[in-house]
């Protein structure tokens, strides 16, 4: 079992930065590849970010290639999601998710979710 729970998100204006971050808890954290996705209002979840469980590979959707970098602690049970230059199409709720699967980008293969944070970019 993992809980995942979110925090870091605000009202930023574009351009600006933000660090998303994601407190795991249970004792396999540190085996799980490990996500990030977002939804915007009246779209379809989206993956962003994921990072495998030795923290050595990751992976970007191509929106947020170049600007956000996705990392984790594995001692302190962390994940992080570090966004520059944000953009007002960032806007949406974030989303931290476990996986026991590979590298993927697929939400399907996520089986734990936390609750969300809501990152609010204004132009």
């Known amino acids: 079992q993992v809980q995942l729970v979110e925090s870091g998100g605000g009202l930023v204006q574009a351009g600006d930065s933000l660090r998303l971050s994601c407190a795991a808890s249970?004792?396999?954290?540190?085996?799980?590849?490990m996500g990030w996705f977002r939804r915007a209002p009246e779209k379809e979840r989206e993956f962003v970010a994921a990072i495998s469980w030795t923290g050595d590979i990751t992976r970007y959707a191509e929106p947020v290639k170049g600007r956000f970098t996705i990392s984790r602690d594995i001692a302190e049970n962390m994940v992080y999601l570090q966004m520059n230059s944000l953009k007002p199409e960032d806007t949406a709720v974030y989303y931290c998710?476990?996986?026991?699967?590979?590298?993927?980008?697929?939400?399907?293969?996520?089986?734990?979710w936390g609750q969300g944070t809501q990152v609010t970019v204004s132009s």
């Open positions: 998710a476990a996986s026991s699967s590979g590298l993927t980008g697929e939400g399907a293969e996520y089986r734990y």
């Open positions: 249970g004792r396999t954290f540190s085996t799980y590849t």
